[in-house]
C-alpha cells in the first residue's frame, strides 16, 4: 500500500482492499444503514394500523390483494373445483296474481322444473340463491309453500341436502325462518357482508349467532341459536381451529358483533371464479337438453341469476362485478378445499419484522463481507443490484406464502419500500446530524490555551 493511500492495491494494480480506517468508517455506514431500514420497516407496520383508512393506503393494499388473488387463480385447485353454478336468468320475473302490487319474483313452477332436474343428477347439495323470507305480518304465499314442500320431500326422497335462501328472516324465531318448523334445516341465510377498508368484496359470513334471549314472547326460550350461511351449509366441512400459538399471529376467521347477531367472517379464494363462469349451466339448456349426462353428479350446485340482477359485487380479479351467486359459489370453493388466513394486528408486526430481519440480515451479511474485499465504488454499484435482488426475493417469497400456506401477506410492499428508502433516510438522518454539530461548533467556541 502506498504511504498515505486509502486502499491497497492488488499485483494487476486493481484498487479493492481499503484501509483500516476506510473499512471501519464503511462497516459503521453498514451498520447504521441496516439498523435504519429495520426500523423503518417496524414503524411503517405500527403506523398502517392507524392510517389504513387513507384512500391511498386502501388503493395500495386493493392492489397487492388482487394480485394475490391471481396467484390462487393458477393453482391446480382452481381449475378443478366440484361446484358449479345453474344460471335462471333465462327465467323471467312475475308480479303474483294473488298481489299485483307485490315486486316481481321468480315464477315457482319455473323454479321448481329447474329443481328437479338439477336434483335428477344426483348432486352433493343444492343450494337455492332465492330469496325465501317469511313475512309474519302478511304470511307466506302459497306458491312458496309448495316450493319448499317439494324441497323438503325431495331431500329426504333422494338425500340430497337442499337449502334455500332467508334474508330479514333472522329477526323471526328459527320455526319462522322458512315458515315451517320442518323447514328450519334448509335455511340458509345469503347476507354479504358490506366492505369496511375495501371497495371491493373479500369476506363471506361462515356463521350467524343470533341471541333470542332477549326477546319478548316466545322467541326468548330459544336461546341462543347459530344459523349458516348459504357456502357454509354447502360446503358442510368444520375447519379445525387454529392453535393457541398461531392464533396469536394468524386467524382464518374474524368476529363482528351487532346487536343480537354475531357473524364470524371469512375471506374468499376467487381463485376459480373463471372456472366457475367458464362452466356456468343455463337453465334453459338444462331443461331442453334430452341427455343431461353427468354434469352435475356429486356436485355442489347453486341456483340463481348470474345476470340481469341487481345483486352485484365489485371482487378482485374481474374487472366487472359479478353477480352474487358467484360470490357465493367462491366461498362455498374456499370452505370446502382450503381457507385463506389473514395476520392478527401482533402477527402483522410480528410479520413484516420478520421479513425486515431476514432481508435487512442477509443485505448486512452479503456488506460486512464485500466490505473488505472491495472498493467503496465497487460496493455502491453492487448495493443497487442486491436491493433489487431483495425485492424481486420479496414479491416471490409473498407469491409462495399465498400458494403454500394460504396466508395474505401483503404487508411485503412496506419491506420493499423500506429497502428503497432506508438509505436516503440515513445519509439525511447523518447529515442533519452533521449541520448540528456544526452550527453547535459554531456558537461554543473551543477556548484557546493560555
Known amino acids: 500500500m502506498r504511504k498515505g493511500g486509502a486502499v491497497k492495491r492488488t499485483q494487476r494494480g486493481e484498487t479493492n482492499l481499503p484501509s483500516?480506517?476506510?473499512?471501519?468508517?464503511?462497516?459503521?455506514?453498514?451498520?447504521?444503514?441496516?439498523?435504519?431500514g429495520i426500523?423503518?420497516?417496524?414503524?411503517?407496520?405500527?403506523?398502517?394500523?392507524y392510517v389504513e383508512k387513507y384512500d391511498f393506503i386502501q388503493l395500495v393494499e386493493k392492489s397487492v390483494y388482487e394480485w394475490l388473488q391471481l396467484r390462487l387463480q393458477m393453482s391446480g385447485e382452481a381449475h378443478d373445483t366440484d361446484v358449479r353454478v345453474v344460471d335462471i336468468s333465462g327465467i323471467e320475473k312475475e308480479k303474483r296474481p294473488s298481489n299485483p302490487l307485490s315486486v316481481a319474483v321468480t315464477p315457482r313452477d319455473e323454479l321448481t322444473r329447474v329443481l328437479d332436474a338439477v336434483a335428477a343428477q344426483k348432486p352433493a347439495a343444492i343450494g337455492i340463491d332465492v330469496n325465501f323470507d317469511f313475512d309474519r305480518s302478511s304470511g307466506q304465499p302459497s306458491d312458496d309453500r309448495k316450493f319448499l314442500a317439494d324441497c323438503f320431500s325431495k331431500a329426504q326422497e333422494k338425500k340430497i341436502r337442499i337449502y334455500v335462501a332467508i334474508h330479514h328472516a333472522l329477526a323471526n324465531y328459527p320455526e319462522a325462518w322458512l315458515g315451517d318448523p320442518n323447514y328450519r334445516g334448509m335455511a340458509a341465510f345469503v347476507t354479504v357482508p358490506n366492505p369496511e377498508d375495501h371497495e371491493i368484496t373479500t369476506r363471506m359470513s361462515e356463521f350467524m349467532r343470533v341471541d333470542y334471549t332477549g326477546r319478548a314472547g316466545d322467541a326468548a326460550r330459544h336461546g341462543v341459536v347459530f344459523c349458516p350461511s348459504l357456502s357454509a351449509a354447502l360446503a358442510n366441512r368444520e375447519w379445525k381451529p387454529i392453535s393457541s400459538l398461531l392464533g396469536f399471529f394468524m386467524q382464518r376467521i374474524q368476529g363482528k358483533q351487532n346487536d343480537q347477531f354475531a357473524v364470524s367472517e371469512f375471506l374468499i379464494d376467487f381463485g376459480p371464479l373463471p372456472t366457475l363462469m367458464r362452466h356456468t349451466l343455463t337453465s334453459d339448456r338444462l331443461l331442453s337438453s334430452d341427455d343431461p349426462g353427468e354434469l352435475l353428479t356429486k356436485k355442489i350446485v347453486l341456483i340463481g341469476r348470474a345476470k340481469q340482477t341487481t345483486d352485484n359485487f365489485s371482487v378482485p380479479t374481474s374487472p366487472l362485478p359479478i353477480a352474487g351467486v358467484f360470490v357465493h359459489a367462491c366461498a362455498a370453493h374456499t370452505l370446502l378445499y382450503r381457507?385463506?388466513?389473514?395476520?392478527?394486528?401482533?402477527?402483522?408486526?410480528?410479520?413484516?419484522?420478520?421479513?425486515?430481519?431476514?432481508?435487512?440480515?442477509?443485505?448486512?451479511?452479503?456488506?460486512?463481507?464485500?466490505?473488505?474485499v472491495v472498493s467503496s465504488?465497487?460496493?455502491?454499484?453492487?448495493?443497487?443490484?442486491?436491493?433489487?435482488?431483495?425485492?424481486?426475493?420479496?414479491?416471490?417469497?409473498?407469491?409462495?406464502?399465498?400458494?403454500?400456506t394460504r396466508l395474505m401477506w401483503t404487508d411485503f410492499v412496506l419491506v420493499i419500500f423500506a429497502l428503497v428508502v432506508h438509505s436516503p433516510i440515513e445519509r439525511l438522518i447523518a447529515s442533519t446530524g452533521h449541520a448540528l454539530r456544526i452550527g453547535r461548533s459554531a456558537h461554543h467556541p473551543r477556548k484557546g490555551r493560555h
Open 20 to 36: 483500516a480506517g476506510v473499512l471501519q468508517k464503511r462497516r459503521k455506514q453498514i451498520l447504521s444503514e441496516t439498523a435504519t
Open 39 to 49: 426500523i423503518i420497516a417496524i414503524v411503517f407496520a405500527i403506523a398502517m394500523t
Open 339 to 372: 381457507p385463506l388466513y389473514r395476520l392478527t394486528a401482533p402477527g402483522r408486526i410480528f410479520g413484516d419484522l420478520f421479513a425486515a430481519l431476514f432481508v435487512f440480515g442477509g443485505i448486512f451479511a452479503i456488506r460486512w463481507h464485500r466490505s473488505a
Open 377 to 404: 465504488e465497487q460496493a455502491t454499484s453492487r448495493l443497487h443490484v442486491i436491493l433489487t435482488s431483495c425485492a424481486v426475493l420479496l414479491i416471490l417469497m409473498a407469491a409462495l406464502l399465498v400458494n403454500w
